[in-house]
């Protein structure tokens, strides 16, 4: 069976110690994983801060702005919110693309201009994980 190459993308608050359930209600978003400080991390190792995230799954796709597209018109229209979670509990906003590679197929990795514009709003960064697996 061919392995296809996959991509997905997150939204992550993150900060020392806040609510997530305040950002879920305020957002009025479904987060997909959520994790305090000091909960143990998979490998056993405490939570050095407080990340609330908003992601897709892995889907098969050639190009990143799919998956990126799919979370960012679910928090765009959240942009004031964002702003005013950020300063009242001191939070920092990233966005992870991950890409798994099969078959040397590699997806289009590109930012969209209205991509690096709402992320510049927001103050978020943008980071890349891939994995080359053929």
Known sequence: MLEN?????KFSILGDEFPTH?????????????????ELSKTNRPR????????????????INNQLNSIISKIKP???NL??????????FSFMIVIQIENNDK??????VDTIHFASEIGASINFDYY???
């Open 107 to 112: 997806p289009a990795i590109y930012l969209e």
């Open 83 to 92: 702003l005013q979670l950020k300063a009242m509990y001191s939070l920092s």
């Open 132 to 134: 080359i697996y053929s």
């Open 22 to 38: 305040v950002i879920t209600e305020t957002l009025n978003l479904l987060p997909t994983n959520v994790y305090h400080k000091g």
């Open 78 to 80: 959240q942009t004031e």
């Open 48 to 63: 050095q801060e407080t990340c609330w995230t908003l992601g897709t799954l892995y889907e098969e796709s050639f190009d």
């Open 5 to 9: 190459t996959t991509v997905a993308a």
